[in-house]
């Protein structure tokens, strides 16, 4: 079985003082039977790294260079200093906003790799691929593009995330999860030994009261949060929703 992964995004949000949500997420999941994971912004890693207790923390994005003339940008090693053990890669906000594409995001997981970090890719389709019944095509671009060859169950989660389901409060049915989770596990299967143990994460609205029934869907192992992973008393529940399911 794969692990089961709660991971939050917390985007740009959030300042020193918001780091009293992770301390008290932590307090109420002091040793959690999944793992945790909340991807503050940069700025927050290390002085999140002390807050969390067995909280994982991660970057939500990275350059594909270990140092260098690239201004703005961070490393993967350096979130990885800061206290970082995973990264987001090929959010659909980096995906849209930056144009970012899926060699450039099979990059940035390498980078990860490198820096002995975990990559969370990002995938899914957009509402017109979803209406034109292209969605498992557009998967099957995305994963051949943006998943690298050298990925493994033990440095790689990839979460599904619907562009029109991301803040939005839309949600797939569960039937239309389980279609799409299980094609990304058939795909996986053809490329990885190991891809019955990569964890794949639903994400896209996940609340509370909808957490449970997403996590009761087959070859679902988690959730990647937005909007919900910013205070404890909304994440908490998913949290626990997961650790039951
Ligand atoms: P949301 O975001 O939970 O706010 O819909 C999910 C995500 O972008 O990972």
């Not at 957009?126 to 060859?149: F, I, K, W, Y």
Request: glycine share 8%; charged share 20%.
């Amino acid at each position: 079985m794969p692990r089961k992964i709660a991971a939050g995004n917390w985007k740009m949000n959030g300042t020193a003082e918001d780091l009293l949500q992770l301390t008290a997420l932590s307090s109420a999941h002091p040793d959690p039977t999944v793992d945790v994971i909340i991807c503050p912004p940069a700025t927050l890693i290390s002085q999140a790294r002390t807050n969390a207790g067995k909280i994982g923390i991660g970057g939500q994005d990275c350059n594909t260079a270990v140092s260098g003339a690239h201004t703005g940008e961070i490393s993967a090693s350096m979130m990885k200093a800061a206290g970082a053990t995973s990264i987001i890669v090929g959010h659909s906000e980096r995906r849209t906003d930056h144009g970012e594409s899926d060699a450039l995001i099979a990059k940035k997981a390498q980078a990860a790799y490198a820096a002995g970090l975990v990559a969370i890719i990002c995938i899914g389709e957009t509402l017109a691929e979803r209406e034109a019944g292209t969605t498992l095509d557009v998967m099957d671009v995305q994963l051949a593009g943006s998943v690298p060859d050298d990925a493994t169950a033990a440095n790689t989660v990839i979460a599904y995330e619907p562009v029109w389901a991301i803040g939005t409060g839309k949600v797939p049915s569960t039937e239309q999860i389980a279609e799409v989770h299980a094609h990304i596990r058939r795909v996986l299967k053809v490329r990885f030994a190991d891809a019955n143990e990569i964890p794949l994460l639903y994400g896209g609205s996940v609340k509370d009261s909808n957490a449970a029934e997403i996590f009761a869907v087959d070859n679902v192992d988690g959730a990647l949060v937005g909007g919900a992973s910013l205070k404890a008393v909304d994440f908490s529940p998913i949290i626990s929703a997961l650790e039951k399911a």
